[in-house]
């Protein structure tokens, strides 16, 4: 099986999927698209992220996307943190050219419901991308929640989260904490949701749902079979 993760930053692709992308490595082919900059928001008002800080964060995604077992780490440079002030239809042209390129049968995003506009912005432009005309390959489209966003959006941004698909990382999950610690400045101290103690107790909180030991959640949004 071919699988596409868009993910609006670097790092939202682990901290989505990583446990489950990690798994489908091992039977299928992986490819990770990251549509934007990812750092340039920390920055003052008309400041712009030192190139070096980019090119340090690319490397880093490359690595955890090794970790992770994607045969390729592709990027857009998307303005971080401004999706919305670009136009949609652009947006939308990355993607579609990703899916030309790799031809993935299921492709995971963000959540439509998540409290960073640019997670809001990649749902619509995946939707977009992957509209069911004659000759799509992508059948399954899948939203992840995203720790530190999904959540802090308190059900009050658009729909809340409500998973329906359950993957089983119990043999992944150190994988994904190690694509994580891949982002040396991403990761967080405990109560952070993006620690790794927060990301553990939140696959033992899925696992537990469905009856396993850890798990990560999807909507499934589109399935055609």
Same mark, same amino acid.
């Given at each position: ?115 960073? &506009? #640019?997670?809001? *912005? +990649? ?5 977009? @991308?992957?509209?069911?005309?004659? =000759? /799509? ?29 359950? &993957? #089983?990382?119990? *043999? +992944? ?5 190690? @694509?994580?610690?891949?982002?040396? =400045? /991403? ?39």
């Amino acid at each position: 099986m071919k699988t596409l993760v868009v993910a609006a930053h670097p790092d939202d692709e682990v901290l989505g999927c990583g446990g489950t992308a990690a798994g489908l490595s091992e039977s299928g082919d992986l490819w990770i698209g990251i549509l934007g900059e990812g750092v340039a928001a920390r920055y003052g008002l008309g400041e712009e992220a030192p190139k070096a800080d980019l090119e340090r964060l690319k490397s880093q995604a490359e690595r955890a996307g090794k970790i992770l077992g994607a045969k390729e780490v592709v990027f857009a440079s998307l303005p971080d943190n401004r999706f919305d002030t670009v136009a949609m239809l652009d947006i939308v042209k990355v993607i579609e050219k990703w899916i030309k390129d790799f031809g993935p049968e299921v492709v995971y995003t963000h959540h439509n419901g998540d409290l960073n &506009v #640019d997670h809001s *912005a +990649t749902f619509r432009a995946v939707l977009t @991308a992957t509209r069911p005309m004659i =000759g /799509e390959t992508v059948r399954d489209v899948y939203a992840f929640e995203i720790a530190s966003s999904t959540e802090w959006a308190f059900q009050s941004i658009g729909q809340p989260f409500h998973p329906n698909t359950f &993957v #089983d990382v119990t *043999a +992944t999950i150190d994988r994904k904490i190690e @694509a994580l610690e891949a982002y040396t =400045g /991403e990761v967080r101290e405990f109560p952070h949701p993006r620690s790794p103690d927060a990301l553990r107790a939140n696959a033992k909180r899925w696992g537990a749902a469905v009856g396993v030991q850890a798990a990560e959640a999807f909507e499934l949004i589109r399935a055609v079979r």
